[in-house]
């Protein structure tokens, strides 16, 4: 928190207004990584106090998948500007799609902006999208994500005290990740084995 404190002075008082904050609500790329506590609420407060626009991508992470409810940002207890979505609203369907409050919108459209988009609204991914929705709620795939995902982390746990090259396990839901490394101490990685 002191750190964001610190740039947060520096955002507020820049000659140039602050633009907006993204990150991602849970780190997948980056080796899925689980915020700590607070973070985004600490950093949304910085970043809307100094005129930005706070933006949760969703794209790996939401639908679910996190067994926490629909969005991991809930998780943060926080409610984005905008919301990036896409990956997992299709299953297997290319989807994508930007959700945001109407405030967000409407100065989007104040500025005629020329927007188009060659694949945007067709029938068959409505469709799917809204097939993928309802399987989602009448499986209750959300709490079977939080189920499987919790035995996994738990048996993945017991398997990392028998086997030093595991030096982290760390995830929620279906969203795991095992960080190899040759020494648990220095947390140097082993490629070798990660591979």
Request: hydrophobic content about 40%; some cysteine; charged content about 25%.
């Amino acid at each position: 928190s002191s750190g964001i404190n610190a740039e947060y002075g520096d955002i507020r008082n820049k000659e140039s207004k602050l633009a907006g904050f993204m990150a991602e609500s849970a780190l997948s790329c980056g080796g899925q990584v689980i915020l700590p506590k607070h973070y985004l609420s600490t950093i949304y407060k910085a970043v809307r106090e100094a005129g930005g626009l706070c933006i949760a991508d969703e794209v790996q992470v939401g639908f679910g998948r996190c067994g926490t409810g629909m969005w991991v940002f809930e998780t943060q207890g926080v409610i984005p500007d905008v919301v990036t979505i896409g990956k997992p609203m299709g299953n297997g369907h290319p989807m994508a799609a930007v959700i945001t409050r109407r405030e967000v919108a409407d100065r989007f459209h104040a500025n005629r902006p020329e927007y188009f988009n060659t694949y945007g609204g067709n029938n068959v991914s409505m469709a799917v999208g809204l097939a993928v929705l309802d399987v989602i709620e009448s499986e209750g795939l959300i709490e079977h994500a939080r189920d499987v995902g919790d035995l996994m982390l738990e048996q993945l746990k017991l398997l990392q005290e028998k086997h030093s090259v595991m030096g982290d396990v760390r995830g929620i839901g279906l969203f795991l990740g095992i960080e190899f490394v040759k020494c648990r101490s220095t947390r140097e990685p082993d490629e070798a084995t990660a591979v």
